[in-house]
């Protein structure tokens, strides 16, 4: 695994864009069983659209990044449990490490989040 961009997300109408360095926590899927992964809070950062990102609280206490303009939300972030929650983008999905602590996974399954622990 190289220490280079791991990728590039953009929202819906492409004002914003975060980079991804690094590799995953892990895999997940969220209430609604929709793949997500699992990032360590430092490995995101904004690419454009400082102006267009708005932080707001979710309905569970998770700050989502979120587009002014097409008001898509990138990611939920919480500051205690120092994890990033994106959308997951489907073709990864072969590293298989579990790197989250115990309280990070209990963080995310009191958040409805079901950790994939791999085979
Ligand atoms: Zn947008």
Known sequence: ?????????ACGCGAVTL????????HARDAEDEPVSLWPEEAIQLGQGADELAVVPDARCLAAWQCRRCGERLLYADDEAGVAVLADSAEEGDEAGLALTTSQQRWLAALGYRVDVGP
């Open 19 to 26: 980079l991804v360095c690094g590799a995953p926590l892990g």
């Open 1 to 9: 695994m190289s220490n280079g961009p791991y990728g590039q997300l």
